[in-house]
């Protein structure tokens, strides 16, 4: 039995050198937080060198950054999703971006430590 053409559309040759974007959000859990970046638990694998705008919020501050993907590792936890630990550095950050990066890593040395299960 034949199979069907499972083309019902036209479809075009592309010329040249095409690229998209793709915005996708993920929550991601900030494992730990320094002024130069970050380390991050994604779902997700970031490609290395890949540059991300990423949304830092707690209770009392957000603050808007660009970082850079510098490492990435997988996470194996036994009877989680597979995840990967993400090693991020902060771009062109400004003065009120750094400072509001200090407040959030004040927030969080403040803050009685977890304990993993």
Do not use: Y
Request: overall charge negative.
């Amino acid at each position: 039995m034949p199979l069907a053409d499972r083309r019902l559309a036209s479809r075009f040759d592309v010329v040249g050198d095409p690229w998209g974007t793709l915005d996708a959000l993920e929550p991601m859990r900030v494992c730990n937080l320094a002024p130069e970046g970050m380390l991050v638990e994604s779902q997700t694998p970031l490609a290395l060198g890949s540059v991300h705008q990423f949304e830092l919020a707690s209770d009392t501050v957000t603050v808007f950054v660009r970082a850079a993907v510098r490492h990435l590792s997988p996470e194996r936890r036994p009877g989680a999703a597979p995840s990967f630990l993400v090693g991020l550095e902060f771009l062109h950050l400004d003065a009120r971006s750094s400072a509001e990066i200090e407040h959030l890593i004040h927030e969080q040395s403040m803050r009685p430590a977890r304990k993993e299960a």
